[in-house]
């Protein structure tokens, strides 16, 4: 397998990482704007199989001539640019994947089916944390169910150490961050599917050793999920899991106008709130330091005829032996495992498919075993 990872930003670093661990994978190429940025990904990495390239994604003739030289492509830049990029892996008969996060694009990209069959490819969006990793979990607990009630997931990358009124590090991109606090999620309510506004429903979760934590709705890591389950479940939702107060500190960002794309005129210059508000949390909030990630996904319906709970539940913890990130490693290595499972022809058909319709789940958990990545899993039966 010959792999082409576009963007040396952390995730970039964590797929190119996974990559070459893989016997099956021979070549890994880790191409950005800045060639500096790639050669310090090859030299963290420190394998053999990896080289550096040089590519602005906005070139598309040029993109589209190194994908060529590829099995399979990973986008781990920001998710504006995914859209282009898939209909570049059409163009060169390449198999593609993202780290997804905005719905609107993710339909843009499963609107490309018919050209990324006519191709022979896959494309496949939304394949990091959440949306991604979640979205094939989901799946493969609602398939151990007779009838399916709800499915609630519930996700946060935090601090193992938080401070300031925030209580929260970057472990992430902050235009991502912003755009899940502001825009709607997308759930299902009473078997419809619906929008409901991004930072409500607060609610108490009971998360050991952390102690008690806070959820609430927000954009983007349900994904696909309400249109795959319509039909199925009465009420599926996902909300991000932060530590107490979080939601009501930025909560007030929000009510302040700070989120704003409008351009405000002061002392002659315009500038739109949001632009400030993105530098200020790059510059206040803390980057570096260990994190964790929690994954919290809840079912309930029918098994073997009673009424069941089922709970999956995952801490990953930053790796003090490779300096990758929790956020890092639930991130980048789910999207490295499906390319790699794109390559082998693990993935059933082709086309622009959500994951939690055609990736084996099977396979999928037992390759992030392998990483490090295990689930605690909770059966009980219920009155």
């Given at each position: 397998m010959k792999i082409l990872v576009l963007g040396a930003g952390r995730m970039g670093r964590g797929a190119a990482y996974d990559l070459a661990r893989s016997v099956e994978v021979h070549e890994v190429t880790v191409a950005d704007l800045s060639l500096d940025n790639a050669a310090r990904v090859v030299a963290s990495v420190n394998n053999s199989k990896v080289s550096a390239a040089a590519v602005d994604v906005l070139d598309y003739s040029r993109v589209?001539?190194?994908?060529?030289?590829?099995?399979?492509?990973?986008s781990c830049v920001v998710y504006k640019h995914n859209l282009l990029l898939a209909r570049a892996a059409i163009e060169a008969g390449t198999n593609f994947c993202d780290l997804g996060g905005n719905n609107k694009v993710v339909e843009a990209e499963f609107a490309l089916d018919e050209q990324a069959r006519q191709a022979g490819i896959n494309i496949i969006p939304d394949c990091g944390l959440a949306?991604?990793?979640?979205?094939?979990?989901?799946?493969?607990?609602?398939?151990?169910?007779?009838?399916?009630?709800s499915i609630h997931i519930r996700v946060g990358g935090l601090p193992q150490r938080p401070t300031g009124p925030l209580k929260y590090q970057i472990v992430f991109s902050v235009e991502g961050l912003i755009n899940e606090y502001v825009e709607p999620a997308r759930?299902?309510?009473?078997?419809?599917?619906?929008?409901?506004?991004?930072?409500?429903?607060?609610?108490?979760?009971?998360?050991?050793?952390?102690?008690?934590?806070e959820a609430f709705q927000t954009s983007g890591g349900a994904s696909s999920l309400p249109e795959s389950f319509l039909g199925r479940v009465r009420d599926?939702?996902?909300?991000?899991?932060?530590?107490?107060?979080?939601?009501?500190?930025?909560?007030?960002?929000?009510?302040?106008?700070?989120?704003?794309?409008?351009?405000?005129s002061v002392a002659g210059a315009a500038l739109a709130p949001r632009s400030m508000l993105e530098e200020?949390?790059?510059?206040?909030?803390?980057?570096?330091?260990?994190?964790?990630?929690?994954?919290?996904?809840?079912?309930?319906?029918?098994?073997?005829?009673?009424?069941?709970?089922?709970?999956?539940?995952?801490?990953?913890?930053?790796?003090?032996?490779?300096?990758?990130?929790?956020?890092?490693?639930?991130?980048?290595?789910p999207a490295s495992i499906?390319?790699?499972?794109?390559?082998?022809?693990?993935?059933?058909?082709?086309?622009?498919?959500?994951?939690?319709?055609?990736?084996?789940?099977?396979?999928?958990?037992?390759?992030?075993?392998?990483?490090?990545?295990h689930i605690a899993e909770h059966e009980s039966v219920t009155s």
């Open positions: 589209v001539d190194l994908m060529s030289g590829h099995d399979a492509a990973i949306p991604g990793m979640v979205s094939v979990l989901a799946a493969h607990g609602a398939a151990r169910f007779e009838s399916l009630e759930v299902i309510r009473a078997g419809q599917v619906t929008e409901v506004e991004a930072m409500s429903d607060l609610e108490l979760l009971e998360f050991p050793p952390f102690g008690t934590m599926l939702d996902y909300k991000t899991i932060r530590y107490p107060g979080h939601c009501e500190q930025f909560r007030l960002l929000i009510e302040l106008g700070l989120t704003s794309n409008e351009p405000l200020l949390l790059l510059r206040r909030l803390p980057i570096e330091g260990p994190d964790v990630v929690l994954v919290h996904i809840g079912f309930q319906g029918i098994i073997a005829g009673e009424h069941q709970t089922l709970t999956y539940r995952i801490i990953d913890y930053y790796d003090e032996g490779t300096s990758l990130s929790a956020m890092t490693r639930t991130t980048a290595f499906i390319a790699q499972m794109m390559c082998r022809g693990d993935i059933r058909g082709k086309g622009a498919i959500p994951q939690e319709r055609c990736v084996p789940s099977d396979l999928f958990i037992a390759a992030l075993a392998d990483r490090g990545i």
